[in-house]
């Protein structure tokens, strides 16, 4: 069975600085991996995915990703980060089925 | 273009009362899925659906049906609702496998 881990639940960084939001798969064949956000109250939108090709994925507001398949990770990160950013992010793995798998999320505080 | 719409925003029902949640998209997407958030729990796939006319059970299917009659709707039936359902409830699609999901706004539903 598929699985998505994001090791913490709560990631705080200070305006400016870079962040990181850990995440790590397990899925038959090759994953389709994505991370979304979610601001309160509100349906998750897309931020980027990796299907294949560079392990480097750039996305929305200046995310990236980073796909490394011996590890099993893809962790999102952002040079800067800005007190906007706060809110909560999930990592998902779909199968060649399609079913998908959602990571419990992780909740990005950025402080000014 | 609407996106996905979710219909009711908001419900409150007794135990044992059966409801209907309607999603509907104008994408012509392939894949429709219903999911439920809870706190620290994640987004949690309760089924999904690769076409019309097709269904596919998820991680938590119990009390839950779906069909799929139409290729723009994907409806989710609660035939006997428990306050264990109590929750927030997303309708997201995509257009293929490896595409990313589009959410609906979300359905909170209360079980007295």
């Known amino acids: 069975a598929q699985s998505v881990a994001q090791p913490e639940d709560q990631v705080n960084v200070a305006e400016g600085n870079p962040l990181t939001v850990k995440c790590t798969y397990s899925?038959?064949?090759?994953?389709?991996l994505f991370w979304y956000v979610q601001y309160p109250n509100r349906g998750l939108q897309f931020l980027l995915k990796?299907?294949?090709?560079?392990?480097l994925v750039k996305g929305s507001y200046g995310f990236e990703a980073e796909f490394n398949k011996s590890q099993t990770s893809f962790h999102l990160k952002k040079p800067s980060a800005l007190v906007s950013d706060s809110a909560l992010y999930f990592c998902?793995?779909?199968?060649?089925?399609?079913?998908?798998?959602f990571g419990d999320g992780t909740t990005l505080t950025v402080k000014p | 273009n609407a996106g996905v719409t979710q219909t009711p925003k908001f419900r409150v029902l007794k135990t044992g009362q059966s409801m209907t949640l309607l999603c509907a998209q104008d994408?012509?997407?392939?894949?429709m899925y219903w999911y439920r958030q809870d706190p620290g729990m994640g987004l949690r796939l309760i089924h999904y659906?690769?076409?019309?006319?097709?269904?596919a059970k998820g991680e938590v299917p119990d009390g839950y049906n779906v069909s799929r009659l139409k290729k723009q709707n994907f409806l989710l039936g609660l035939e006997s609702a428990a306050p264990s359902q109590t929750s927030v409830y997303f309708c997201?699609?995509?257009?293929?496998?490896?595409?990313?999901?589009?959410f609906g706004p979300g359905t909170r539903l209360t079980v007295t």
């Open positions: 998902a793995v779909r199968d060649s089925a399609g079913k998908s798998t």
């Open positions: 899925v038959s064949g090759n994953p389709y």
């Open positions: 990796y299907i294949t090709g560079d392990n």
């Open positions: 994408m012509n997407h392939e894949y």
């Open positions: 659906s690769v076409g019309e006319g097709t269904t």
């Open positions: 997201a699609s995509n257009g293929q496998g490896s595409g990313e999901q589009y």
